[in-house]
């Protein structure tokens, strides 16, 4: 199963806006850390310890041959997926059926990195066993993780983060000296970014002191303030904060006092909003984590918001509420934890929360479904990346339907509907977690939606190496089945029993469950996935019993399917298939070309399990005339498939094809030449083996975006996307296609080494400055 592709030097994002000050937390923090194995930085929200983590794991990355990770445990609620988070960022794929926990300690054991845990207060539990488990058990890590509290583990060094040094009204500071203070410096950064023509002045110095004074220098808050000299001068914020202290003075004695300034920063950002936008906050707070713009107008929209929701959505961006956020192309918006903690507070007195909820499972079980529709067409990848973007939502919609009476059904139909994107993303892991739970809670029901599940789960544990638990449920689907009318279940049960036949060692009776698949997905409609999914198992049958001519056939239905179709997944793995059965047939350099398109195919679908396909068997082909090349493209596809894992992987490597080009090899350059080559394919990240394969020169591993050189081109086309430009905009500018626009920015980014355009606009003003550090 594929296997998300990842840098080798971390994850950290580039800082967008200046790191103000925090010069002694920086370089105690960094102390603890060389002395401690696991340093936890606390304090309240909004006092800057995302930031502050950030700042030092930047700083840090030089001690961290294996990089620096941030794990961003905000919007995960469910403990039992703290461990699949950090896997996730790693781009572990692994899917056998062992624990998460036992293989992120095997991959961790000899390594040399920086786990940044972020947000952890709400999955203490969780984390502590983690974060104990890896340091017990790997020598080399470190962990640095934020939380309102602490860990409290053996070993761990708890450091407290202060808010800001802010001026003391009791004593007079000049003009000169009051941004010597960490939160004046941090308003006045703030407050040019929002009105660039604002500066300190003897008039206005007073009351940004006070300002910065009565916030007690959280910068969240500060920050905010900032914001607000857009419509208001400081004078005004003042006046508004001043009567905010006055209102909320008969407060809870009990709170803690940082607690109740923070809630006036907020409190007075809500009365800054209009009632359309106040009430849109509010429901907001619905969404697990990032939204976008279809989904808050389904949503949220439903009445009373007094005008269009891209409006009212507007508004909170433009006075800071929202967080816009460019992905890929496409704009979402998230609530700071704060803000969203907030709004759902306004939420609760409203009633209008379990209307939200049910609008928030409807819309997400209808992306789900649409999705699922239409993956096997020409907006197959738009689809994967929308569906991985949203996967905090789409985990919510299946929690409320664990939650809620009635919706089981409803949660098993979008299980089910997920499954080609947890397949081709390599998140089969998650799926099975979720199949199993809604078919545990749905036991006692008899749909279609069950059968199709339990289908589902079988062929995912069967892929994860548990055989038996596969025939188990496979037999219960078996069961099921009989009770069923749904004629596109006769295409599933040919596709999971196909596959799990073909993993047990039987190709001639999986040739007969895939043909049984392809002929119910032909007069089914909505079937063709299992139609296209059954051609390549075909495929990969006939290539175990050596059958080059008919695999062949498999593999150019398979083109003309998918060609047809637009589908780029399914026909860059059965690549492999195709030149597998042209080198069979003695034409080397087809076989090479088929291959190279394979490759080409599965890294634009992100696929490292296609590509792991093809370069296995390009090293099959390459053994006799290539054995240095073939030494390194085994080392590369065994580097895939040491994170893929899962029984497919286990399949290619015991056929007879792959244990032949080892020996060869090994006889052509002997063992220790061999081993050499085959350590360095080993080593190779995916996007350089891709390289390699086509002779482009691998990425070094400390390589910077500093040193990385643009061509002339891409050196204009990064300017107008510093200028804000599209791809069109681009385009039209440079008098060139929009998609040779969009490669153009493809290509920047990939020797960047970042995945924003944003990223790009920062790293352009960051050379800017280096070439004119006067300007």
Not at 8 to 29: A, D, I, Y
Not at 636 to 661: F, K, N, P
């Amino acid at each position: 199963m594929p296997v998300r592709i990842r840098a080798k030097g971390g994850n950290l994002p580039v800082e967008l806006t200046s790191f103000v000050g925090r010069r002694h937390e920086v370089g105690e923090t960094k102390k603890m850390l060389s002395a401690a194995r696991l340093v936890t930085l606390t304090g309240i929200g909004g006092v800057g310890k995302t930031r502050l983590a950030l700042r030092i794991a930047t700083d840090s990355q030089q001690a961290f041959t294996d990089g620096v990770w941030l794990i961003e445990l905000s919007e995960l609620s469910d403990p039992e997926r703290v461990t699949g988070a950090v896997l996730d960022v790693l781009g572990l794929r692994n899917q056998s059926a062992e624990a998460p926990l036992i293989l992120l300690t095997e991959y961790l054991s000899d390594k040399r990195l920086l786990l940044v845990l972020d947000n952890c207060e709400h999955l203490l539990e969780s984390v502590a066993v983690l974060a104990d488990t890896v340091l017990r058990t790997c020598p080399e890590i470190r962990i640095l993780a934020t939380s309102r509290e602490p860990l409290r583990l053996s070993g761990e060094a708890v450091t407290r983060v202060p808010p800001m040094q802010a001026p003391d009204m009791s004593r007079a500071s000049s003009l000169r000296g009051l941004p010597s203070y960490e939160s004046v410096a941090l308003f006045l950064q703030r407050a040019a970014a929002a009105v660039p023509t604002f500066e300190l002045t003897e008039d206005n110095q007073v009351t940004v002191a006070h300002i910065c004074a009565r916030l007690e220098g959280l910068p969240l808050p500060i920050e905010l303030a900032a914001a607000r000299l857009r419509v208001m001068s400081v004078h005004q914020i003042l006046d508004r904060l001043t009567n905010r202290y006055r209102l909320l003075t008969g407060g809870s004695r009990t709170a803690p006092a940082r607690q109740q300034t923070l809630r006036w920063s907020i409190d007075w950002s809500y009365e800054l909003c209009t009632p359309e936008e106040q009430r849109l906050w509010s429901r907001l707070a619905v969404f697990a984590g990032r939204f976008e713009l279809d989904a808050a107008e389904f949503v949220c929209g439903e009445g009373a918001l007094g005008g269009d929701v891209l409006d009212v959505v507007t508004s909170l961006v433009d006075k800071s509420i929202l967080i816009r956020e460019e992905i890929g192309g496409t704009v979402g918006y998230r609530l700071l934890d704060i803000l969203k903690e907030y709004a759902q507070e306004k939420l609760q007195p409203t009633g209008e929360y379990p209307n939200l909820r049910s609008r928030f499972q409807d819309w997400y079980q209808q992306l789900i479904l649409r999705a699922a529709t239409d993956t096997i067409s020409p907006r197959q990848l738009e689809w994967l990346d929308r569906l991985d973007r949203e996967k905090p939502n789409l985990l919510a919609a299946l929690q409320f339907c664990l939650s809620k009476t009635g919706e089981v059904v409803a949660g098993l139909r979008m299980a089910s509907g997920l499954f080609p994107f947890w397949l081709s993303r390599g998140y089969l892991r998650e799926g099975r977690l979720w199949l199993d739970r809604l078919l545990a809670a749905a036991d006692d029901e008899s749909s279609a939606d069950r059968t199709k599940a339990l289908y589902l789960a079988s062929l995912v544990a069967g892929v994860q190496g548990d055989q038996a638990e596969a025939l188990v449920l496979l037999a219960r689907a078996d069961s099921a089945e009989d009770q069923s009318d749904d004629r596109s279940i006769r295409a599933l049960r040919g596709y999971v029993r196909g596959f799990l036949a073909l993993y047990n060692s039987d190709p001639d009776s999986a040739i007969t469950h895939f043909e049984e698949s392809i002929s119910a997905a032909q007069e089914t409609e909505g079937a063709v996935f299992f139609h296209i999914g059954s051609l390549l198992g075909e495929g990969l049958s006939y290539m175990s019993l050596g059958d080059g001519p008919r695999a062949h056939v498999c593999h150019q239905r398979m083109l003309v399917l998918s060609g047809t179709l637009g589908e780029i997944v399914h026909s860059g793995r059965s690549a492999m298939v195709g030149g597998w059965a042209l080198w069979r047939d003695g034409d080397f350099t087809r076989a090479r070309t088929v291959i190279e398109e394979g490759i080409r195919q599965s890294a634009r679908a992100d696929d490292a399990f296609g590509i792991g396909c093809s370069l296995e068997a390009l090293a099959w082909i390459e053994a006799g005339q290539h054995p240095e090349c073939a030494a390194v493209l085994l080392g590369a596809a065994a580097g895939i498939w040491r994170e893929v894992g899962g029984t497919m992987a286990s399949y290619l490597t015991e056929l007879s094809y792959h244990g032949d080009c080892e020996q060869r090899a090994r006889r052509a350059l002997g063992n220790r030449q061999f081993e050499e080559k085959f350590k360095h394919g080993s080593a190779l990240r995916v996007d350089d083996a891709v390289g390699y394969v086509f002779n482009e020169q691998p990425a070094s591993a400390g390589r910077t975006p500093e040193v990385c050189t643009l061509s002339r081109r891409e050196r204009q086309v990064a300017e107008l996307v510093a200028e804000g430009l599209t791809n069109r905009d681009i385009a039209a500018k440079l008098f060139i296609s929009p998609r040779t626009a969009q490669g153009h920015v493809e290509r920047i980014l990939s020797k960047l080494g970042y995945t924003s355009r944003a990223q790009i606009a920062a790293w352009l003003i960051e050379q800017r400055h280096r070439q004119n550090p006067d300007r």
